[in-house]
């Protein structure tokens, strides 16, 4: 089973960028894609983007299209999430996982590594 670590949260000012990163270790991880989700505070998790990690292919959930870019560096073994334009409504506890899959999915039941959690706090 596969590792993983978030960080680059924090607190942020809204209308600022923020990129956060998530480093794979363990496993056989360049078999599967990975995906960045996020748990406001009440709410249920959300899919953001996934991504393949052999052919880095993008898919994101049609609420975060053009603010958000999902890219992988297979050579650091790590994942990344930019987001542009932050909102207060971005305020949520972001999570990378690894699939079960090698296609990109939105589904958390298909994930069955999760990271422990990167905090982004946005201030209006």
């Known amino acids: 089973q596969v590792q993983l670590e978030e960080s680059g949260g924090g607190l942020v000012q809204a209308g600022d960028s923020r990129r956060l990163s998530c480093v794979v270790s363990?496993?056989?991880?360049?078999?599967?894609?990975m995906g960045w989700f996020r748990q406001a505070p009440g709410k249920e998790r959300e899919f953001i983007a996934a991504?393949?990690?052999?052919?880095?292919?993008?898919y994101y959930a049609d609420s975060v299209k053009g603010r958000f870019t999902i890219s992988r560096d297979k050579a650091k073994s790590t994942m990344y999430l930019q987001i542009t334009s932050l909102k207060p409504e971005d305020t949520a506890v972001y999570y990378c996982?690894?699939?079960?899959?090698?296609?990109?999915?939105?589904?958390?039941?298909?994930?069955?590594?999760w990271g422990q959690g990167t905090q982004v706090t946005v201030s209006s």
């Open positions: 363990g496993g056989t991880f360049s078999r599967y894609a």
């Open positions: 996982g690894a699939s079960i899959h090698d296609w990109a999915t939105a589904f958390a039941t298909d994930y069955d590594s």
């Open positions: 991504i393949t990690w052999i052919g880095g292919m993008p």
